[in-house]
């Protein structure tokens, strides 16, 4: 099967500037995750969503970054505006309700200059 | 608070030794484990899960793990590293079958493997 698609691989901004990251989940796929890992830490997460509705998202800092997925299926997450610290990988993950486990995409690398 | 705590951010082993990543957490409720693993510029891919069931947890490509609740540990074994297992490696917790997926991981060690 298909696994997690995300896009762009990599990213390049200025401070102050917007940004959007995109994920399409594995197919059939009900929770959907978005962590952020900045270099040399572990993933923290963000956001998580069952289906198209928010289930946790006590991480995400909502003065600047904003997520959704209004289909249920793919998500967007979006940072504005972008500071110095944003720079990391956000990384998307997906989970049947059959798994214990998330599967993860390769991320997209975000650069905030 | 729930944490994870890899011992050594840096381990560095011969082609052909044991390979030995530390993992401990601290929990309140019983704990679902995973070891993952990063290559450069790549996802996170799952190496193997403990969810309750045998302690001893074999994954792919020869790692294994054993979950010790006395000590509250989860180390990653490999008995003979090869150069193709030089990643970096994350340990995770989950919390119970109500929080499945959403992890709370250490911050890594890098495995490097010298010929």
């Known amino acids: 099967e298909a696994g997690v698609a995300q896009s762009p691989r990599y990213k390049i901004i200025e401070k102050r500037q917007s940004v959007a990251f995109w994920c399409n989940p594995i197919?059939?796929?009900?929770?959907l995750y978005w962590y952020q890992q900045i270099l040399g830490q572990g993933p923290k997460l963000l956001i998580q969503?069952?289906?198209?509705?928010?289930?946790?998202d006590s991480q995400l800092p909502k003065d600047r970054f904003s997520a959704e997925r209004l289909k249920g299926v793919d998500s967007t997450l979006k940072i504005q505006p972008a500071k110095l610290e944003d720079s990391a990988v956000y990384l998307c993950?997906?989970?049947?309700?059959?798994?214990?486990?998330?599967?993860f995409g390769q991320g997209t690398r975000l650069t905030v200059v | 608070a729930q944490s994870v705590t890899q011992l050594g951010s840096h381990v560095s082993v011969s082609e052909g030794a044991l390979v030995l990543l530390r993992c401990n957490y601290s929990?309140?409720?019983?704990?679902?484990l995973f070891w993952y693993v990063q290559y450069p510029n790549q996802g996170l891919q799952l190496l193997l899960k403990?969810?309750?069931?045998?302690?001893l947890v074999k994954g792919i490509n020869g790692f294994e793990a054993e979950f010790k609740k006395s000590e509250t540990s989860f180390h990653l074994t490999k008995p003979s590293a090869h150069m193709s297992d030089a990643a970096e490696y994350f340990c995770?917790?989950?919390?119970?079958?109500?929080?499945?997926?959403?992890?709370?991981f250490g911050d890594g060690t890098t495995l490097t493997v010298k010929p």
């Open positions: 993950a997906s989970r049947s309700t059959a798994n214990t486990e998330a599967f």
């Open positions: 197919s059939g796929h009900a929770t």
């Open positions: 969503f069952q289906n198209n509705g928010v289930v946790d």
């Open positions: 929990s309140s409720v019983p704990p679902y």
């Open positions: 403990y969810t309750s069931a045998a302690t």
């Open positions: 995770a917790v989950t919390w119970g079958n109500t929080n499945a997926g959403k992890s709370t």
